[in-house]
């Protein structure tokens, strides 16, 4: 059996990582592909049993537990994943387990968190992705490219989960600004 391959999606918030996901997710279909999409449990910011793009965009899915470390394949091809940065380390081996199954992997997260700096799980699955695309937003300040998450709120909390009343998209400049 020919091993699975895993594409991982990277950015800050705003640059179209989930769009992208749910691009890739409906190319899939049209091509009668068996695909399971999934999503961290404590994502529930627009509809529920979706991945849900910051510009509307949305499709079904399944939630998954954050320690979540064995998906069943029941007879997929594809497996996409969203906001995998928001998963603990089992993950990983979820993730290792379902290429060593044949089947291909689309995992979308944030590039680092609001401290610029990368998230663990997403740091796991980089050296087992075959493909990486990165994705760049915009800058609220300048419109140059943006490859930092700046939170708006005090917390200190590592995960917020939030939209544009939280974070907005910064570039080096304008992030290291605020600091």
Partial sequence: MEKGKLTVILGCMFS???????EITQDLLRQSKKVGIFHPIIDTRYKVNAINSHAGN???SQALDLNTAHIPTKGMEVVVIDEVHFFNDSIV???EELLNAGVDVYAGGLNKNFLAQPFATVEKILPLADKKIELYAKCSVCDRPAEFSYRKT???DLFVIGGAESYEPRCAEHYNSEF
């Avoid at 179209?16 to 749910?22: D, E, F, S, V």
């Fill in 154 to 156: 005090t917390s200190q």
């Fill in 93 to 95: 081996h979820a993730i």
């Fill in 58 to 60: 949305s499709i079904d």
């Fill in 16 to 22: 179209g990582k989930t769009t992208k996901l749910i």
